[in-house]
RNA sequence: GGGGGUGCGCCGGAGUGGGAGAGCCGGGCCAGACUGUAAAUCUGGUGUCUCUGACUGAAUAGGUUCGAAUCCUAUCACCCCCA
């Protein structure tokens, strides 16, 4: 029997509406609770923060990735140099995702332009090489030499990084795929699986812990079968990966479909999701994390989070904020929303200041962290329902 | 003071040198997209109107011509050379 000594997963409070609940994760560089969020720092930084920031904030846990790190600067130098917390500074929880996004993301280019069949990346698609059972072959990106991640080449290089919480490779399936390759890929997947698992225990130290992907597409059937396999395995946490569908209510139905053949006595994660009306429906249906870039990415886009603005949000490039005085944010806590106007933000933005995207990005942490706060006390108090109606009233 | 050159759209550049062009490339400006980040990226729009079509427009004012951004005259501005 698989032991992952260093972690634990409680739940402290199951909502009686829905299938929301309060979990709490222990782990060798501290606990949190959950639903909680997990930002981006894909190549070992957040782009436009720091740690100070993340503490500010309140963040709880992060996620690197092993195909970005593997390339540069290298899971040895990292391992070096003391591992992925000592080397970037973030001494809290900490996740590192595979590397199977990759396999979709450089082939396929980005969720919008696969579901939409558009590819605005140009030569893009050209570094993933080739997949097959034995691994995923790519081109560097950086000076074109060829890498090749295995599950066991995945679960060595994380590893090395030393991530809390390591993921099993995998093919994030796109959404342009007949069922037939979709579930080929989820047998792929499935074995992939037990080959990360196996390397896992072969080299298992007790500083991390491994979680499980859940492919099959936009499938039913498949979906269930890939949730009974991983749940059937002795993996510490489950993610929910491939392609979720073409819009929110696929999405959803997706995520049902996956959670049906889940054990809830494990934590559970929904990947690459973050938008704020998608958290609220997936914590109610038992998602305990999330991670996303959109919230940092769309900062440097100009856009801050705000509950009460259309989509949650409000783009300060917009011409009608020159000279409006007011914070981003009237309810957030954050320092950005304590010291700085919207007009400065947006002359910041105007003139590509590296300022106003730092500040937007405090914002939008912080306005995530307070969103995860306020569900859990939701949970905590019992009126989950209650409170998303509340809060997404003025919508 | 004399000679030469150049002037177009919010700005800069290229190009054209009697049959136009509301054209090209940057930038700016106005919006939008973005969901396990090759993303401080990418896309669209940017004279006016009664908008599938019209109208106005090439420094300013005249002139030549069937027709002028293009040729002529004057004026203005800027640049270069000479004094």
Redesign the pocket.
């Known amino acids: 029997m698989l032991e992952y000594p260093g972690f634990k997963f409680d739940i402290l409070k199951e909502d009686s509406e829905t299938n929301a609940r309060l979990g709490y994760i222990s782990t060798p560089h501290g606990d949190f609770e959950t639903p909680n969020f997990i930002f ?1 720092a ?2 070992a930084a ?2 436009g923060a720091g740690p100070d920031d993340l503490k500010e904030v309140k963040t709880d846990i992060i ?1 690197s ?1 092993t195909y ?1 790190l593997l390339l540069r600067p290298g899971p040895d130098l990292v391992e070096k140099m003391g591992g992925l917390h000592k080397f970037m500074g973030w001494d809290g929880p900490m996740l590192t ?2 590397g ?3 396999i ?3 082939g396929h ?5 696969e579901i939409k069949g558009k590819n ?2 140009k ?5 993933l090489r080739k997949i097959t059972e034995e691994g995923a072959t790519f081109k560097s ?1 950086i000076d074109g030499s060829m890498h090749t991640l295995t599950p066991e080449s995945s679960i060595e290089t994380q590893r090395k990084l030393g991530a809390d919480f390591i ?1 099993v490779l ?1 093919e ?1 399936t796109p959404f342009h795929v007949d069922k037939r390759y979709t579930e080929r890929s989820m047998e792929m997947s499935h074995r992939w699986g037990d080959r990360s698992l196996e390397e896992f225990k072969r080299t298992h130290t007790g500083k991390q812990a491994l979680y499980g ?1 859940v492919q099959g597409g936009i499938h039913e059937d498949l979906r269930l079968r890939s949730s009974q396999f991983v749940s059937s395995r002795e993996f510490f946490g489950h ?1 929910i ?2 392609s979720l569908g073409a819009d ?1 209510q696929q999405m959803y139905d997706v995520v049902d479909y996956a959670m049906a053949g889940l054990s809830k006595d494990r934590p559970i994660h929904l ?5 704020i009306d ?1 958290i609220w429906e997936n914590v109610a249906k038992g998602i305990d994390t999330f ?4 919230p ?3 900062a ?2 100009a ?1 801050a989070l705000i509950r009460t603005e259309k ?1 949650f949000k409000l ?1 300060l ?4 904020f ?1 000279n409006d005085p007011k914070p981003l944010d009237p309810e957030c806590d954050c320092s950005t929303c304590q010291n700085y106007s919207r007009a400065y933000i947006h002359y910041l933005m ?1 003139a ?1 200041e ?1 300022q106003g ?1 730092h500040l937007l990005v405090v914002h939008n942490m912080r306005f995530m962290m307070r969103l995860a706060e306020t569900i859990r006390e939701a949970i905590r108090e019992d009126r989950f329902l209650e409170t998303k109606r509340a809060w997404m009233g003025e919508q």
Request: aromatic share 6%; with cysteine; charged share 25%.
């Open positions: 981006c894909t190549k957040i782009k996620l990735n970005h995702d595979s199977g996004f990759q979709f993301s450089l280019g980005s969720v919008a332009e605005r990346s030569g893009r698609n050209t570094t990106y993921l995998d994030c992907i993610a990966g491939g929110k990947l690459g999701i973050g938008g998608d991670d996303c870039v959109s940092t990415r769309i440097r886009h856009w989509n783009n490039h917009n011409s009608r020159r105007k590509k590296l995207m």
